[in-house]
């Protein structure tokens, strides 16, 4: 079979939805030089974990011993499920994530099964040799021009809340008849979050994958910013008045504690919500960021069900608990838009 | 969409996750690029008289009006946010509808409304004062006021349960934007009768006055009064209506209110008699 059939047969995954498929030229198997965001074709030679990988069409696809797949060489931190590296051995490598994430695992959570093996079979290459990365597709910077707002989402953990808390957030102020923004700037590429914005009406949707990376672990921090800029600035250019930004995992997870230390997050925000697991990590969590300098305008997230742990995290936080009914509120939303600034803008 | 009156006239209908909210559209044959002006009823529901009168209001300026009706069925509340009906929300999507619909609806609206639908428009302006151009308020009721001085609904104090106190929060978050806002409050010079249909208790009567002519001064005042702590200029007038009791068809009629409405854009605030 030629490269060509191959990679028309394989299942391309959702981190490579930018890619331009015609400019696969050439392959090597040169995998010690692997560098994050490479493009790989593999087989699937055991499944384990992963039983489906995720399509740049929005849809999983199950995957079988000897299909072929074209993935990302990445990182993953995932403390439900796997901590992994960049590396991949020529012998076998770990498919680290559905959305597309090839490398080798090192840490595994034993509530999951073994990741599903992949033998890799070649990077991909253009007509001049080069190993084509997804960095080859980002979205270039903008031109520096007027940034929306930006509302932050952060959270104590991995399932603490914070997507459902960005896409509600995301439908309250689109129901108070803002165009929104919803971009996740660390993480790994996935595309459950990314539809589940979509799905609450966001104008524009992007991750860090748009602007060139399959994960944001162990990248450089000034990378990670850089993206940032380019995905709000992007929001921005496709005429979002505003941008709801999540960052993934919980305030300790090295990428998102280093960008929530940086007075340049301080600036960048408008406004700050905070998704918590329970009263005491609200409590925990809201002294970590004070250390920061960060309040958020509100806590929310899985503590928000209960009504007696809501009055335990305002009582400890001093903040407003809402709901995940109460951000998809636009009475509610509005306020995170007019503290941002988006109030009327001339008397008429 | 299913024409509801069987007539010729333009209709637009929005869905939300509030219910359904249908409006007559009057749009000119030479429309000018100025905001539309939305008419909301009051608890006499009267969407077709009020769409008849400001027809030829729309004609004369050149302004796209927009005409909701609450239907008693689907909308048994409707004059304020609460637990049994979110008629802001249904606003809202309206605003888009009409936005989605009219080459110059895109941006704020002036908004007018009568009695309940006063009620409605100053609350609204309240909570989405960035979907608002200009308010006319004629003879509410009652009013939320932009101050402490009450406890919601009557006022921005927080009360002791969740409810009044997520209101009361919500009210606030735009209040400086709100006072920005050019407000004209109308009330008749007869409109002193404490009919079946005010809201009375002693603590309403007590700080925003027995009826609604006195409800209407002091909810000017109140606004005014805002505006200079949040120094911002007064824009709140107090416009009193001749020989005109609680009957928004008489203010139509004999005192031109639809002219004065479509007009006040080109209008100095001052307090005055018409």
């Not at chain 2, 030829?56 to 300026?61: F, H, K, Y």
């Not at chain 2, 929060?169 to 079946?196: E, M, Q, T, W």
């Amino acid at each position: 079979m030629t490269l060509a059939a191959t990679l028309d047969d394989a299942k391309w995954t959702f981190v490579t939805r930018r890619v331009e498929r015609s400019r696969v030229a050439r392959t090597d198997t040169d995998f010690a030089a692997a560098r994050p965001g490479d493009l790989i074709l593999a087989h699937v030679d055991k499944v384990g974990q992963h039983r489906r990988v995720q399509l740049p069409t929005g849809r999983p696809s199950f995957i079988f011993a000897g299909d072929a797949v074209v993935i990302a060489c990445g990182a993953r931190y995932a403390p439900d499920q796997f901590e992994g590296l960049a590396e991949i051995d020529p012998d076998g490598a770990d498919l680290l994530a559905g959305g597309g994430c090839i490398g080798r695992m090192v840490a595994r959570s034993s509530q999951v099964e073994a990741a599903t093996r992949l033998m890799p079979a070649a990077r991909l290459l253009d007509t001049f040799g080069n190993v084509l990365n997804l960095a080859d597709f980002a979205l270039a910077p903008r031109p520096a021009g007027p940034r929306p707002p930006v509302i932050g989402v952060v959270g104590t953990s991995m399932n603490s809340g914070k997507t459902l808390a960005t896409a509600q957030l995301v439908l309250g102020l689109r129901r108070a008849g803002f165009r929104v923004g919803a971009i996740k700037i660390t993480g790994t590429g996935a595309f459950g979050d990314y539809n589940e914005y979509a799905d609450s009406g966001a104008h524009f949707v992007a991750d860090f994958t748009d602007a060139g990376m399959v994960t944001t672990y162990r990248e450089p921090l000034d990378r990670i910013k850089a993206a940032t800029e380019t995905l709000a600035d992007e929001a921005g250019a496709r005429g979002c008045d505003i941008v709801v930004m999540e960052l993934a995992d919980g305030l300790l997870q090295r990428e998102t504690a280093a960008i929530i230390a940086d007075q340049w997050f301080a600036n960048l925000i408008s406004g700050l919500v905070f998704a918590c697991g329970d009263a005491v990590a609200a409590a925990g969590g809201a002294a970590i960021l004070a250390r920061h300098g960060l309040i958020p305008d509100a806590v929310t997230g899985m503590v928000s069900c209960s009504p007696m742990s809501s009055a335990e995290a305002a009582e400890a936080t001093g903040r407003t608990v809402l709901t995940k009914a109460d951000l998809a509120d636009p009475a509610e939303a509005t306020g995170f838009a007019l503290r941002a600034g988006l109030g009327r803008k001339e008397a008429a | 969409m299913k024409n509801p009156n069987n007539d010729t006239a333009e209709y637009i209908t929005a869905c939300s996750a509030a219910g359904r909210l249908t409006a007559r559209i009057i749009r000119p044959a030479n429309p000018v690029p100025a905001p539309p002006v939305v008419v909301l009823h009051g608890i006499s529901r009267n969407a077709g008289i009020l769409a008849q009168l400001f027809a030829p209001e729309a004609e004369r300026t050149g302004r796209t009006i927009v005409v909701p009706h609450f239907p008693e069925k689907s909308w048994p509340d409707f004059q304020r946010p609460s637990k049994a009906a979110r008629p802001d929300q249904a606003l809202l999507a309206l605003l888009d509808a009409v936005a989605a619909k009219l080459p110059d609806g895109a941006g704020t609206v002036d908004l007018f409304g009568h009695s309940g639908g006063a009620q409605l428009t100053h609350r609204f302006a309240m909570l989405y004062p960035h979907r608002v151009a200009a308010l006319h308020l004629v003879a509410a009721g009652w009013y939320c006021l932009p101050d402490d001085t009450m406890t919601y609904p009557y006022g921005l104090a927080s009360g002791t349960d969740r409810f009044s106190t997520a209101w009361a929060r919500r009210n606030a978050h735009g209040l400086r934007d709100f006072l920005g806002l050019p407000v004209c409050v109308y009330v008749g010079s007869k409109d002193v009768i404490r009919d079946p249909a005010l809201r009375t208790n002693r603590t309403l009567d007590a700080r925003q006055g027995p009826n609604r002519h006195a409800r209407a001064r002091t909810y000017v005042m109140a606004l005014n009064a805002a505006a200079e702590r949040h120094d911002l200029p007064a824009r709140a007038q107090f416009v009193e209506l001749t020989d005109c009791d609680h009957d928004v068809v008489h203010a139509l009629t004999h005192n031109h209110l639809a002219f004065r409405v479509l007009d006040a854009r080109s209008q100095a605030p001052r307090s005055q008699a018409v």
